[in-house]
């Protein structure tokens, strides 16, 4: 049961250009979204968050929506940079008391010169 | 400030044999948690530990048992391995009351034969 989904595996942007990427999720209780990334032999480092009381949260070239009736969140990165070019994995704060994130399946990201 | 290291960074294993991974936890977090990655999947949650005992466990049988130390570090054990435990084994530490904001180590690539 794949509570939640990241439909594109991967994803190749210009340059400069916005980046957007997409996460579902099927669990009407998850009250916190979290994005990561992820770079070849490391770990995945923490990006952004957002409660599920807000609908947007800033940090920077990052940016993540969430629609709740939609049960969909994106990740929005502008300008893109040859940087980010990783594996970004959405996560879920588990249900009260199960002390766990509930990761995607994670998009791959290219960023083209 | 000491991220999260994990020991080895790689492990060849037999089916049947047992294997311990190692964690060390970010300074001044006291939770720590582990996850399953097969290849091209996200990160599936195995256990968290706080306060040294179990604090939440995901889908995975008694074979994987955790440890943790007053230090806060942590062990992950297998017992009886299978072919399909074969996958990078992530650890990550937080604090309790923000156990979701979690900090990634490299993680342990274990291939069973």
């Known amino acids: 049961d794949q509570q939640v989904k990241q439909n594109s595996p991967s994803l190749s942007v210009q340059e400069g250009r916005i980046s957007i990427l997409n996460c579902d999720y099927t669990?009407?209780?998850?009250?916190?979204f979290l994005w990561y990334k992820k770079y070849p032999a490391e770990g995945p480092t923490f990006l952004i968050s957002i409660s599920s009381i807000k609908d947007k949260n800033e940090d920077g070239r990052f940016t993540v929506f969430l629609n709740k009736s939609a049960k969909h969140l994106s990740l929005h990165i502008v300008p893109s940079q040859p940087g980010d070019s990783a594996v970004y994995f959405c996560?879920?704060?588990?249900?009260?008391?199960?002390?766990?994130?509930?990761f995607g399946q994670g998009t791959r990201l290219t960023i083209n010169p | 400030e000491t991220g999260v290291t994990q020991s080895p960074t790689h492990l060849i294993k037999t089916r049947g044999q047992q294997v311990t991974l190692r964690c060390s936890s970010q300074?001044?977090?006291?939770?720590v948690s582990w996850y399953q990655q097969a290849l091209g999947q996200g990160p599936q949650f195995i256990f968290q530990?706080?306060?040294?005992?179990?604090?939440g466990r995901g889908n995975f049988p008694p074979r994987f048992s955790g440890l943790q130390f007053p230090n806060y570090s942590s062990e992950l054990n297998v017992n009886a391995l299978e072919l399909d435990d074969s996958a990078l084994y992530l650890c990550?530490?937080?604090?309790?009351?923000?156990?979701?904001?979690?900090?990634f180590g490299p993680g342990t690539r274990l291939t069973v034969t």
């Open positions: 300074s001044g977090h006291n939770t």
């Open positions: 990550a530490s937080s604090r309790q009351e923000s156990y979701y904001e979690q900090y």
């Open positions: 996560a879920a704060r588990g249900l009260q008391g199960a002390q766990k994130l509930v």
């Open positions: 669990n009407s209780m998850f009250d916190y």
């Open positions: 530990y706080y306060r040294e005992e179990e604090n």
